[in-house]
């Protein structure tokens, strides 16, 4: 693992070897893990080639949410938790060796897409949860670890704790004045968080100024929660990049999306042609939602996700409830497949962090 984090993002390094490793790992020390394994007949020397992968067994997501999974005596580092309604959480225990290397690999993912600049002083504007009222949320996480990969100076967060509610609010008005303050400023600012919330202050700004913001060369937006519109529809991701840009005067490609789980671990990130790329840090297979068997490249199904960097709980193969694709490669030159996100399974929509979120737009 730690000569497959030793290279670059988008190359080709020892996944394989570091797979085995991990898969070694959890067997002797996870008992679910090893119960599934020896229900399919699996051991880690059957993965030879990347067409062994179909093989290797997997933990449904949704198990992660019903049970503790995690390694029995683990010494926890950081414990991280994903965002509902519905009352059923995923509880994640990362020990140091898991939290060093997803720290490690997320820094690589962003540095080979050309958002880390250790050289920039950026403000930030986050629509996430107060991290200092929600340590362990996923979310809350991420754009913590997104804010150090620049130099950062003043930070708000648009969703604040209201003491005598109990409960986050939206600070609306706040989030806006900020802007005012940044665009002043006149050094880049990094917007992060929920797209519909960077769309809502878009709108309110050009409400109260009667223009849209113009932000300082260098700026971003890397956004993460799903494609939607103020009134929680579906979106094309290519026209809410268009009104993003536009409402806050930066070009397109500087607005990217994020794609994570906080049971995986490992980002999904837009290059400049809003594609998700697959870091070599990890594989992705589409999996047939009635039969299992692994589909071919662009065909649609159930997302499944292994990553060797884990050693206190056994996700290292996720089948998740996420529908998408799997293509070969992107037409803007970085090596590696891309990744489509189609939507979530079932009947009844299975609701996550963004979803949970957009109770506080009403």
């Keep these: 693992m730690e000569r497959l984090l030793a290279g670059p993002p988008w190359g080709r390094g020892p996944f394989l070897a570091a797979m085995r490793e991990a898969l070694a790992l959890h067997m002797r020390r996870s008992e679910?893990?090893?119960?599934?394994?020896?229900?399919?007949?699996?051991?880690?020397?059957?993965?030879?080639?990347?067409?062994?992968?179909?093989?290797?067994?997997?933990?449904?997501?949704?198990?992660?949410?019903?049970r503790d999974l995690s390694i029995p005596g683990v010494r926890v580092a950081l414990e991280l938790t994903s965002s509902g309604t519905t009352?059923?959480?995923?509880?994640?225990?990362?020990?140091?060796?898991?939290?060093?290397?997803?720290?490690r690999l997320a820094r690589q993912v962003f540095a080979g897409l050309?958002?880390?600049?250790?050289?920039?002083?950026?403000?930030?504007?986050?629509?996430?949860?107060?991290?200092?009222?929600?340590?362990?949320?996923?979310?809350?996480?991420t754009d913590k670890l997104l804010m150090g990969f620049t130099r950062a100076g003043e930070a708000f967060f648009a969703f604040q704790w209201d003491g005598a509610k109990g409960d986050f609010r939206f600070a609306r008005e706040e989030a806006v004045e900020a802007l005012e303050r940044f665009e002043k400023r006149g050094r880049p600012v990094r917007i992060l968080g929920f797209p519909a919330f960077a769309l809502q202050l878009c709108e309110d700004f050009r409400?109260?100024?009667?223009?849209?913001?113009?932000?300082?060369?260098?700026?971003?937006?890397?956004?993460?929660g799903g494609w939607k519109d103020l009134q929680d529809k579906a979106m094309d991701k290519g026209l809410m990049?268009?009104?993003?840009?536009?409402?806050?005067?930066?070009?397109?490609?500087?607005?990217?999306?994020?794609?994570g789980m906080v049971e995986h671990g490992v980002p999904y990130?837009?290059?400049?042609?809003?594609?998700?790329?697959?870091?070599?840090?990890?594989?992705?297979?589409?999996?047939?939602?009635?039969?299992?068997a692994v589909l071919p490249a662009?065909?649609?199904?159930?997302?499944?996700?292994?990553?060797?960097?884990?050693?206190?709980?056994?996700?290292?193969?996720?089948?998740?409830?996420?529908?998408?694709?799997?293509?070969?490669?992107?037409?803007?030159?970085?090596?590696?497949?891309?990744?489509?996100?189609?939507?979530?399974?079932?009947?009844?929509?299975?609701?996550?962090?963004?979803?949970?979120?957009?109770?506080?737009?009403?």
């Design 32 to 66: 679910v893990f090893r119960g599934v394994c020896r229900m399919q007949g699996f051991e880690p020397r059957m993965l030879r080639s990347e067409k062994d992968l179909g093989l290797v067994p997997f933990i449904m997501v949704n198990a992660f949410k019903e």
């Design 87 to 103: 009352g059923q959480k995923s509880r994640m225990l990362l020990d140091r060796t898991s939290l060093d290397r997803v720290q």
């Design 114 to 141: 050309g958002l880390v600049d250790p050289s920039q002083t950026a403000d930030y504007l986050c629509f996430t949860y107060d991290p200092s009222k929600a340590r362990n949320l996923g979310t809350a996480w």
């Design 207 to 224: 409400a109260k100024r009667g223009r849209s913001a113009k932000l300082a060369r260098g700026s971003r937006v890397i956004t993460g």
């Design 241 to 259: 990049r268009r009104r993003l840009a536009d409402g806050l005067g930066i070009p397109a490609e500087h607005v990217r999306d994020l794609f």
């Design 269 to 292: 990130v837009d290059c400049g042609l809003g594609e998700f790329h697959i870091p070599d840090y990890s594989r992705v297979l589409v999996r047939d939602p009635a039969t299992l």
């Design 298 to 362: 662009g065909k649609t199904g159930l997302l499944q996700f292994m990553t060797p960097y884990l050693s206190s709980y056994p996700s290292i193969s996720l089948l998740t409830c996420d529908f998408g694709s799997v293509l070969p490669r992107c037409r803007c030159g970085l090596g590696g497949p891309i990744l489509r996100i189609r939507g979530r399974a079932g009947v009844a929509k299975l609701k996550g962090c963004a979803v949970s979120a957009s109770r506080l737009l009403a």
